[in-house]
């Protein structure tokens, strides 16, 4: 499965603006880039997800390098409920099905 | 619109036992997933459900299984539960399986212990 490398942890102020990296150098043509987030004692909760071209949305945009192999998710400004652990994870079609495969995810923390 | 459900919301289960989750997904969504959360190993995927088929299954072992009805809620099963079962287990559904991308929504889990 192809995998994506995020950083641990990144800490950020609130109102500031966020840069949330992640890397997936083994990503496959057809594989969307997908990004979720998941707050203390809930299930994951769906963010935004692209295939080649930027994409913006009410929630944050997703910058997609050129060669796909990296991609950056901005949060333009930060509120303290933005505090949670984001993934940033590849959705591959297998044989007509969707798998999600989640990486280790960043944990955000906002100062107020 | 009801979101996604589980139950039950936590359980305790003895070495050796079996046991059965339960997922109710959005209606209209025809896709269900399930995934295992742990401390050590984060979130895997384990299979996905889609018009009552399995359609794709992640590297589990066979004490792992599922299954859906055809009002889409779905079951899984754990047979011989060991110590490292421990973990929270997600549900998510979504409107369609494979194609273009679609995201998937998901439950707020069911936390099993074994002891």
């Known amino acids: 499965d192809a995998k994506t490398t995020q950083p641990n942890s990144m800490e950020s102020n609130e109102e500031e603006p966020v840069h949330l990296p992640c890397n997936h150098s083994?990503?496959?043509?057809?594989?969307?880039i997908h990004w979720y987030r998941q707050l203390p004692s809930q299930g994951p909760e769906y963010v935004i997800h692209?295939?080649?071209s930027n994409v913006n949305n009410r929630m944050a945009s997703l910058a997609i390098a050129e060669d796909r192999k990296s991609s950056t998710l901005i949060l333009h400004r930060a509120t303290l409920r933005d505090a949670a652990v984001y993934y940033c994870?590849?959705?591959?079609?297998?044989?007509?099905?969707?798998?999600?495969?989640f990486g280790q995810g960043t944990r955000l923390t906002i100062n107020p | 619109k009801a979101g996604v459900t589980q139950t039950p919301r936590y359980l305790i289960k003895t070495r050796g036992q079996q046991v059965t989750l339960s997922c109710s997904p959005i209606?209209?969504?025809?896709?269900v997933s399930w995934y295992q959360q742990t401390p050590g190993q984060g979130l895997q995927f384990l299979f996905e459900?889609?018009?009552?088929?399995?359609?794709n299954k992640g590297n589990f072992p066979g004490r792992f299984s599922g299954r859906q009805f055809s009002n889409s809620r779905s079951e899984m099963n754990v047979s011989t539960l060991e110590l490292g079962d421990s973990a929270l287990y997600l549900c998510?559904?979504?409107?369609?399986?494979?194609?273009?991308?679609?995201?998937?929504?998901f439950g707020p889990g069911t936390r099993l212990t074994v002891t």
């Open positions: 692209g295939l080649t």
């Open positions: 998510a559904s979504s409107t369609f399986s494979g194609g273009n991308a679609y995201e998937q929504y």
């Open positions: 994870i590849l959705r591959a079609v297998i044989q007509g099905a969707q798998k999600l495969v």
């Open positions: 209606s209209g969504h025809r896709s």
């Open positions: 083994t990503i496959s043509g057809t594989d969307y």
């Open positions: 459900y889609f018009s009552e088929t399995q359609r």
